[in-house]
């Protein structure tokens, strides 16, 4: 059975090519912002590109933001990309302001204390044991445009929920790659960029829908 995958239109860029992607990867994948289509969907693709504070805004101008609580609510699942990955912890600070993010997650993102910034390019990712999105990919490499991050993980899970998996890299220090908590999924990287390893961490995403 074909699943039904909503890249969520809210006016974030990258739209188009995370359609081509999630297609490859084996998805009935729509673009669209209607809201009842991103509620029924199988899955939510959640893009972001730009600053924090726009993509939040433009997000909440949506009702992005309740779209997203109402799926995990439910437990259905929605995949955060890049700045829609970094959006879903409670805060995030830009050129000395402190934005309110979607607080799905604690933590605040901050910039990466690097000798080059933007962190752009391939980089390699340390997943957990028994990460459902880097089955089979573990030692790819994947491509990153970013110059801010999570890099501290302080969700306290308690039994008997699951831990979530965590994936880090480094560039300058480490920080967070890409977390799968439950329903809820994120990449700081972008897998609609990032060739064949890409397409095939979506389709484990497709696939455990």
Same mark, same amino acid.
């Given at each position: ?9 809210? $006016?974030? &860029? ?6 081509? #992607? @999630?297609? +490859?990867? *084996?998805? /009935? ?18 893009? $972001?590109? &730009? ?6 805004? #433009? @997000?909440? +101008?949506? *009702?992005? /933001? ?144």
């Amino acid at each position: 059975m074909t699943r039904t995958v909503v890249v969520y239109d809210y $006016g974030s &860029g990258n739209v188009h090519s995370a359609v081509k #992607a @999630l297609a +490859a990867a *084996g998805a /009935d994948a729509r673009l669209t912002g209607d809201r009842a289509e991103a509620l029924e969907a199988d899955g939510l693709f959640v893009p $972001g590109v &730009g600053a924090f504070a726009a993509v939040r805004a #433009a @997000l909440l +101008a949506q *009702g992005g /933001d309740e779209i997203i609580d109402r799926r995990l609510a439910g437990g259905r699942p929605v995949l955060g990309v890049c700045v829609g990955m970094q959006v879903l912890f409670e805060h995030g600070v830009e050129r000395g302001q402190n934005v309110d993010g979607l607080g799905e997650w604690p933590g605040t993102v901050t910039e990466l204390n690097a000798p080059v910034l933007p962190h752009m390019g391939w980089n390699t990712v340390t997943p957990d044991e028994g990460s459902v999105l880097f089955r089979g990919i573990e030692e790819e490499r994947f491509y990153f445009v970013h110059s801010f991050a999570a890099q501290k993980w302080e969700l306290d899970v308690i039994a008997p929920f699951p831990e979530p998996k965590l994936t880090w890299t480094t560039y300058g220090e480490p920080f967070l790659a890409a977390v799968e908590n439950g329903p809820l999924s994120a990449t700081q990287f972008h897998p609609e960029k990032s060739g064949d390893a890409g397409i095939r961490l979506l389709r484990n995403w497709v696939d455990s829908l």
